[in-house]
């Protein structure tokens, strides 16, 4: 997703402004009077990431690098503007930064085929790498688990951290080798770097595993999501063990429903492929008798009313950020 920093440095004359702009290394499916895709853009003050829908005239858009800009902004009279077209004009006045990224790797899923020099024959660890989130997630081998990471700018090194992850139990070769992963990945610095079309994670000059890209499942993330039943199972770091709220996304008709514990509630849902907010939710008005499922209740529900949400699926997690911060994980029940 190509993402644009804009800053206002200078004022030119008139209309005109000069202004600083980022672009990330991939563009976003946006629709303005058709379906088409865009760069996102961020101004200098603004917190959330826009779509843009303009040309940079003299600028050429190359995926797979980030990009820094100066641009001049012209706001041009009302009667030179043709109908339903923007008044604001973008000419490149100077290319400041064009850095490589390592987009093979960011936002791409992959399967463990090595493991501290071993060979490993099952397709049982399979991780994503998330740019917009600063997470590593998927499949540990039996459970679901989420990591945060910080990433460096050029997206070619990694610091992972400890994270989280379901319970579940499974053959106890599936579970040594999820150990073995977890605890060989976690509180590392780790060099990024694709050889001969395999991924490895390097630390202190070692190989610590090696990926090879997965195969894709037909269908996309959103159409996997939609009108299924999600349990959740972690909220901001702490196990749900009681209550079991949960929800279901009904991504075709934009509306969402569920129970919060101890009711029910439904509203409207807007989402992409990586954005979602709640509309406001309505519920029904039962009392929650248990003191720790009424709190659960309240801080499940203004979780959901939250802005500026984002979220990622893993093979059988959907979970949603604020901040970067995991604060919801749903698991997809057998229902």
Same mark, same amino acid.
């Given at each position: 997703?190509?993402?644009?920093?804009?800053?206002?440095?200078?004022?030119?004359?008139? %209309?005109?402004?000069?202004?600083?702009? $980022?672009?990330?290394?991939?563009? @976003?499916?946006?629709?303005?009077?058709?379906? #088409?895709?865009?760069?996102?853009?961020?101004?200098?003050?603004?917190?959330?990431?826009? +779509?843009?829908? /303009?040309?940079?005239?003299?600028? =050429?858009?190359?995926?797979?690098?980030?990009?820094?800009?100066?641009?001049?902004? =012209?706001?041009?009279?009302?009667?030179?503007?043709?109908?339903?077209?923007? /008044?604001?004009?973008?000419?490149?006045?100077?290319?400041?930064?064009?850095?490589?990224?390592? *987009?093979?790797?960011? &936002?791409?899923?992959?399967?463990?085929?090595?493991?501290?020099?071993? %060979?490993?024959?099952?397709?049982?660890?399979?991780?994503? +790498?998330?740019?917009?989130?600063?997470? !590593?997630?998927?499949?540990?081998?039996?459970?679901?688990?989420?990591?945060?990471?910080?990433?460096?700018?050029?997206?070619?090194?990694?610091?992972?951290?400890?994270?989280?992850?379901?319970?579940?139990?499974?053959?106890?070769?599936?579970?040594? !080798?999820?150990?073995?992963?977890?605890?060989?990945?976690?509180?590392?610095?780790?060099?990024?770097?694709?050889? *001969?079309? *395999?991924?490895?994670?390097?630390?202190?000059?070692?190989?610590? #595993?090696?990926?090879?890209?997965?195969?894709?499942? &037909?269908?996309?993330?959103?159409? $996997?999501? /939609?009108?299924?039943?999600?349990?959740?199972?972690?909220?901001?770091?702490?196990?749900?063990?009681?209550? *079991?709220?949960?929800?279901?996304?009904?991504?075709?008709?934009?509306?969402?429903?569920?129970?919060?514990?101890?009711? &029910?509630?439904?509203?409207?849902?807007?989402?992409?492929?990586?954005?979602? @907010?709640?509309?406001?939710?309505?519920?029904?008005?039962?009392?929650? #008798?248990?003191?720790?499922?009424?709190?659960?209740?309240?801080?499940?529900?203004?979780?959901? &009313?939250?802005?500026? !949400?984002?979220?990622?699926?893993?093979?059988?997690?959907?979970?949603?950020?604020?901040?970067?911060?995991?604060? !919801?994980?749903?698991?997809?029940?057998?229902?």
């Amino acid at each position: 997703m190509v993402t644009l920093f804009t800053v206002i440095t200078a004022v030119t004359l008139q %209309a005109q402004v000069v202004k600083r702009v $980022f672009i990330k290394e991939n563009t @976003s499916p946006c629709t303005g009077v058709a379906p #088409m895709n865009c760069l996102n853009v961020r101004f200098e003050n603004d917190l959330d990431w826009t +779509f843009f829908y /303009s040309n940079i005239d003299g600028f =050429t858009y190359e995926p797979g690098y980030q990009y820094e800009l100066l641009v001049e902004e =012209t706001t041009l009279p009302k009667e030179q503007v043709p109908a339903d077209a923007s /008044s604001i004009r973008y000419k490149l006045k100077k290319l400041v930064c064009k850095v490589a990224t390592n *987009q093979a790797i960011w &936002n791409t899923n992959w399967t463990l085929t090595e493991l501290n020099g071993k %060979a490993i024959q099952q397709d049982a660890v399979k991780v994503e +790498f998330n740019a917009a989130n600063h997470t !590593l997630y998927g499949s540990s081998g039996c459970n679901n688990f989420n990591m945060p990471i910080s990433i460096n700018k050029k997206r070619t090194t990694m610091v992972t951290k400890h994270g989280v992850g379901t319970m579940m139990a499974c053959q106890p070769d599936i579970m040594k !080798l999820e150990d073995e992963f977890l605890k060989t990945l976690a509180d590392k610095k780790i060099e990024l770097k694709v050889i *001969q079309g *395999q991924l490895n994670l390097i630390h202190k000059k070692n190989v610590l #595993m090696k990926f090879k890209k997965t195969t894709e499942k &037909n269908g996309s993330a959103l159409a $996997f999501v /939609s009108n299924k039943k999600w349990k959740l199972i972690q909220m901001n770091g702490k196990a749900i063990e009681k209550g *079991q709220p949960e929800i279901i996304f009904d991504v075709e008709n934009k509306k969402v429903n569920g129970r919060t514990g101890c009711n &029910n509630f439904f509203g409207a849902l807007d989402i992409d492929s990586e954005n979602l @907010s709640f509309g406001a939710l309505g519920m029904t008005r039962m009392a929650c #008798m248990d003191e720790v499922i009424a709190r659960q209740e309240n801080e499940f529900v203004s979780l959901l &009313n939250e802005k500026g !949400l984002t979220y990622d699926v893993a093979d059988q997690t959907f979970n949603i950020y604020k901040n970067n911060q995991l604060v !919801l994980m749903f698991g997809l029940t057998s229902e």
